[in-house]
């Protein structure tokens, strides 16, 4: 099918789930332009993007989303037509430290993003076919009881940590853009992801990368917390379905069906370790798991309810928490190279703030 090349700015590119993004429309639409605009902050890391920023196509732009200045000149400059918005304080924990730079980049870049975006989208005439993409998360709605149906479209925003309230700010705010000014807005919200190039805070790699060093792997509280598990390159493909064919401001929650209690994703971790890591300081690895002191406010469950994205765009995913897990592991026993400089001395700064008790 034929296609118009689009022009896309990717806030947040050098993260986590924006990198698996950039890489991922590089891959399938070779002729876009696509600009990265990313402030490299502790969890961003150009090597994400290293295989990707010889193309002529792409562009990196180290720059913060607050900076209206910086925002507009490139919409005009590019000639932007989508926004894909990642751009944000993303870990629960360090909201829990420190909520000041989850307010800023979370509430105050996405106004700025957006008030740029309108104005520009007004000087050239309002088009429809422009799309700007708020990149979300399921958090904003709260935690669910045992037998809760899952999150749908009409649940409820009740954020209980101050990431997912400044998520749920930042989602208002897209919401009333498209209700008021009649931005061709999308919002999507998304379930815990998990994959290549997840920053070593987070519980996936924390607990890969604690067990490849010997070091004890702290599950918090009881462990019975259920997330939702969803490959990153299966989000990534749905939001290029939401691009393309959702419609201007819709919300589209985004899950694999893959409800798991941390215990016993961190079981099957170990397991999977065990199979695949030669030599491991300790085995087997689950002799590491320690229960520590739970996380202020910590949501018991999440569940994502993906019938609407299923049924009106036909997305579903690939892989399973069996296949997408494997493959995680499998990476990160190959990429050392890419997350032992991660474990600086801010991030064991960090990490002493968070398990000082382990
Ligand atoms: P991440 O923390 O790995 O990456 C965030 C990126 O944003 C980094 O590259 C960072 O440098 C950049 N950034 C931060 N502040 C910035 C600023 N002021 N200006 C420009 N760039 C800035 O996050 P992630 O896990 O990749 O999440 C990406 C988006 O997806 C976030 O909006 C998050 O809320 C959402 N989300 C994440 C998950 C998940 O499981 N990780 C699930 C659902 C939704
Ligand atoms: P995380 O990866 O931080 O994602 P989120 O808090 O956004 O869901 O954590 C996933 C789950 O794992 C969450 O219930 C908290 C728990 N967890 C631990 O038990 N130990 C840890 O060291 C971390 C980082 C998380």
Redesign the pocket.
């Known amino acids: 099918m034929s296609r118009t090349p689009r022009r896309i700015l990717i806030t947040g590119g050098a993260g986590f789930i924006g990198s698996n993004f950039v890489h991922h429309w590089c891959d399938r639409y070779p002729q876009d332009r696509i600009v990265v605009l990313d402030a490299l902050t502790y969890a961003g890391n150009r090597e994400n993007l290293a295989d990707l920023e010889e193309r002529a196509n792409v562009r990196f732009v180290q720059g913060d989303i607050c900076d209206r200045v910086l925002v507009e000149a490139l919409f005009r400059g590019e000639a932007i037509d989508t926004i894909a918005h990642f751009a944000a304080e993303?870990?629960?924990?360090r909201s829990i430290l420190g909520p000041d730079a989850f307010v800023r980049t979370n509430v105050v870049g996405t106004f700025t993003l957006l008030e740029a975006f309108r104005q520009y989208w007004n000087t050239m005439g309002q088009p429809s076919d422009y799309r700007f993409l708020h990149v979300s998360?399921d958090?904003v709605y709260g935690s669910l009881g045992p037998t809760d149906p899952a999150f749908s479209e009409t649940t409820p925003y009740a954020p209980n940590?101050p990431?997912?309230a400044s998520k749920a700010g930042s989602d208002h705010l897209v919401r009333a853009y498209h209700h008021t000014y009649g931005l061709p807005t999308l919002i999507t919200n998304c379930s815990?992801n998990?994959g290549p190039f997840h920053f070593p805070?987070?519980?996936?790699p924390?607990?890969c990368i604690n067990i490849l060093m010997g070091k004890s792997?702290?599950?918090?509280?009881d462990?019975q917390?259920?997330?939702d598990w969803l490959y990153v390159g299966d989000h990534c493909s749905a939001l290029d379905v939401v691009i393309h064919r959702g419609t201007p401001g819709e919300t589209y929650n985004i899950g694999g069906n893959n409800e798991v209690k941390?215990?016993d994703?961190?079981h099957k971790l170990c397991d999977l370790m065990d199979e695949l890591a030669p030599n491991l300081p300790v085995r087997p690895s689950h002799k590491l798991i320690t229960f520590?002191k739970d996380?202020p406010g910590?949501?018991r469950r999440?569940a994502i309810d993906a019938t609407k994205l299923r049924t009106e765009l036909g997305w579903t995913p690939a892989q399973t928490i069996d296949t997408g897990l494997r493959q995680t592991v499998q990476w990160y026993l190959t990429h050392r190279d890419w997350w032992q400089p991660l474990l600086s001395t801010e991030y064991q700064a960090y990490y002493q703030q968070?398990?000082a008790s382990v």
């Open positions: 993303s870990h629960v924990d998360t958090e940590s990431y997912s815990n998990y805070e987070k519980l996936l924390l607990m792997l702290p599950v918090y509280g462990g917390n259920i997330r941390n215990i994703l961190v520590v996380r910590h949501d999440y968070v398990y």
